[in-house]
T-cell receptor, first 111, second 115 residues
């Protein structure tokens, strides 16, 4: 089983739609969580951190469910520019520590 | 400000050849990471350094791969001999406080094709 699992998609949604992605992680000791965004043939970039109480950044809302070991990202009022791959990232915090990336969920927003 | 700089951006080589990828991290960052990305396996951590010291190299596929960080401003990832299954995009990333912020700054990647 992969440490971080995501539905690869693609999610094809019209402009203005609300779309949600989930991500599950296997290591219950994971301490911190993030969402990255990767545009086609570009490098990944941090989108937002995920806090236990949930957090918003404009049209983006991230939530964490430790009991079920999943993280979600909600995008409201989708824009064409939101088209990208969204990577779920987990800090394993195993002592030597490293960020583990999911394979990503591809979003295509259509006009 | 200059970001993470990687070279070469693209490399096509033949099986059995040596490949060297280079990375210059952002000045002041104390952690450096090498990741590999393929369609099948996604983004995989190969190795990371903290203050120029390798901390976790458990992701290095096998002895054909080696990485060095001789100083705070330069790192190399070497593959010798290269094989077709090494074809991937290799990203270098650096960070100052990634343990708290989760923010890695990635270079544009080196796209490697081994024929």
């Amino acid at each position: 089983r992969k440490e971080v699992e995501q539905d690869p998609g693609p999610f094809n949604v019209p402009e203005g739609a609300t779309v949600a992605f989930n991500c599950t992680y296997s290591n219950s000791a994971s301490q911190s969580f993030f969402w990255y965004r990767q545009d086609c043939r570009k490098e990944p970039k941090l989108l937002m951190s995920v806090y236990s109480s949930g957090n918003e950044d404009g049209r983006f809302t991230a939530q964490l469910n430790r009991a079920s070991q999943y993280i979600s990202l909600l995008i409201r009022d989708s824009k064409l520019s939101d088209s990208a791959t969204y990577l779920c990232v987990v800090n394993r915090d195993t002592g030597r520590r490293a960020l583990t990336f999911g394979s990503g969920t591809r979003l295509q927003v259509q006009p | 400000d200059a970001g993470v700089i990687q070279s070469p951006r693209h490399e096509v080589t033949e099986m059995g050849q040596e490949v060297t990828l280079r990375c210059k991290p952002i000045s002041g960052h104390n952690s450096l990471f090498w990741y590999r990305q393929t369609m099948m396996r996604g983004l995989e951590l190969l190795i990371y350094f903290n203050n120029n010291v390798p901390i976790d190299d458990s992701g290095m596929p096998e002895d054909r791969f080696s990485a060095k960080m001789p100083n705070a401003s330069f790192s190399t990832l070497k593959i010798q001999p290269s094989e077709p299954r090494d074809s991937a995009v290799y990203f270098c990333a650096s960070s100052f406080d990634w343990g708290n912020t989760g923010e890695l700054f990635f270079g544009e990647g080196s796209r490697l094709t081994v024929l």
